[in-house]
């Protein structure tokens, strides 16, 4: 299989491809290096089946995949708030490039979103049932809100367009969890 890791040279990116290299599949890896590291790669520079582009994902880009892992944005505060205009049209633009190759290429897409979508939550851990407490002009809002972008042009790429899609919630504020939404 063939499959596309955006922001694959960060530290979540960057261990789902040793998990899929190592499954041996051929994998590419799309990252801008704003937080990503070419280090964590290394390994896997010289073997033929993995390709490493540097490239923004907020730029429209042709390739032949079967699957995509969309996990390029910065996920850390200190990283986000820096340049806020950045996240969110990494969030919003990027997913949109994203599924847009998806369609095209009728491959399977996978977003990497967060329980920030809730906001500051009054409830820990939240339910797929809670509809959060956000603050849409806040400072941390550039990441919130884009990634509530992002799962609604996932899920409307779905439905309109037939594109089979997967969203991940990651939570990592008290303990590892992943809740995750499934469509197809």
Known sequence: MRILVTGGAGFIGSHLI???MTEGHEVICLDNFYTGRKYNLLKWLDNPYFELIRHDVTEPIRLEIDQIYHLACPASPVHYQYNPVKTIKT???GTLNMLGLAKR??????????????????VHPQSEDYRGN???IGIRSCYDEGKRVAETLAFDYHRQNNVDIRVARISIPMAPV???TTVG
């Open 18 to 20: 040793d998990r899929l």
């Open 91 to 93: 969030n919003v633009m």
């Open 105 to 122: 290429v009728k491959a399977r897409f996978l977003l990497a979103s967060t329980s920030e979508v809730y906001g500051d939550p009054e």
């Open 134 to 136: 956000v603050n849409p």
């Open 178 to 180: 992943c809740s995750k």
